[in-house]
């Protein structure tokens, strides 16, 4: 079975990946992801913010310590304790595009326009195959247009194109009013990949201690329905390839994002549930499917059930489809005219 695949021009033996997630933090465990059988790295993202937070942790103590008693110089951090930046980062980038034969793609999160192009910039010296960027932007400003919010995305991956030669991935959100409209003009504007889609930190309420609950959560199988929806419908319509990005728990999700039309399929929840060995047991169950089905490529099969390629798209995608799923649904029998006892 061929099951190779082109990400943005990078040749890859198949199409999965392991997607940005603490399992690339280490160059043990990005050596694991490798011999585990991802096809890909993207590297776990560099946060501008964070960099800045750091910096300014710093000056602050090294500024309030000029100000105070000579004995209190042991609580001050030591210069080799300094922030190192983007250093560390960029050297396990280094590392690891020594260390492995497959592509490593960095990963960015940006706050300013500087902090995008100059960190696109050291991130391509550093060697990576690739970059993507994690535009992960909540506007909670409820004054900020929709309109300010899909240019930061142009702005942002213009930037990063004009400073970079190598190719520029952009991790979306799926909440934009036309998903299918901003897909289109993110490729038009350039991008080489649209990863569908971004998770988004969305935070829950603790009753017991009346809090927020920050705690983040593995990914579930159910959350493959947006990504696919949108992949099915963009195959074909655009340049840029796709990125299948959440929900995978199995080879049943990657067949279904092949078949919808995804270029690769992205994995994180799956391998910190169950180890970077897994990767290899999806690899292998993707295989056997297709070949017991008779293919004999991943081309053969990749885009079959998208929007473009099936019977009727308006029936199976659209309005017809969404009125018949909500009359599909069974009323619990006995349920009318029964008073709660709650
Ligand atoms: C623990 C954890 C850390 C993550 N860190 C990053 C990150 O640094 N940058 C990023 O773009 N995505 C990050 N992600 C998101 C994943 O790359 C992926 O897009 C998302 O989890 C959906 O895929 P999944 O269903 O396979 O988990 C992280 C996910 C997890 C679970």
Redesign the pocket.
């Known amino acids: 079975m061929d099951l190779s695949t082109d990400y943005m021009g990078l040749k890859l033996k198949h199409p999965i990946i392991a ?4 399992l690339s933090e280490t160059l043990e465990g990005i050596k694991l992801l490798e011999d585990s059988g991802a096809s890909a790295i ?1 590297m ?2 560099l946060f501008e913010e964070k960099i800045r937070r750091e910096n300014e942790a710093f000056d602050y103590f090294i500024e309030t310590g000029t100000e105070s008693f000579a004995e209190s110089i042991n609580y001050f951090p030591s210069i080799d304790k300094a922030p190192k930046g983007p250093d560390s980062y960029l050297n396990l980038i280094r590392k690891a595009v020594q260390a492995t034969d497959i592509p490593i793609i960095g ?1 960015l ?1 940006g706050i300013t326009d500087k902090g995008w192009i100059d960190y696109a910039k050291q991130i391509q010296e550093a060697g990576a195959s690739a970059i ?1 960027l ?1 535009v ?1 932007f909540l506007p909670t400003d409820i004054d900020m247009l929709s309109s300010t919010v899909e240019q930061r995305y142009f702005d942002i991956l213009k930037a990063v194109k004009a400073a970079v030669a190598i190719p520029v991935a952009i ?1 979306l959100s799926p909440f934009f009013s036309a998903t299918g409209n901003m897909a289109k003009r993110l490729d038009e504007a350039g991008a080489d990949a649209l ?1 569908l889609f ?2 988004f930190y969305q935070p829950d309420i603790d009753l017991d201690n009346l809090k927020i609950d920050p705690r ?1 959560e ?2 579930t199988i159910s ?1 493959i329905r947006l990504p696919l929806l949108w992949i099915a419908v963009l195959y074909g319509h655009i340049k840029a390839s796709l990125a299948a ?4 728990h199995s080879s049943t999700e990657i067949i279904k994002y092949l078949l919808a039309g995804a270029d690769v399929v ?5 391998l ?1 549930k169950n180890g970077p060995h897994y990767l290899n047991v999806l690899k292998n169950e993707t295989d056997q499917w297709l070949t017991a089905r008779g293919y004999h490529s991943l081309a053969e099969v990749r885009g079959i059930l998208s929007r473009q390629n099936i019977w009727d798209p308006g029936v199976l995608y659209e309005r017809v489809n969404y009125i018949k799923v909500l009359e599909s649904f069974e009323k619990p029998s006995g349920w009318y005219g029964k008073q709660s006892k709650v």
């Open positions: 997607s940005s997630s603490p993207v776990f993202s990963s999160n993507e994690n992960f991790k990863v971004n998770r983040a593995l990914s959350e990005s959440r929900g995978v992205m994995v994180a929840s799956v910190m």
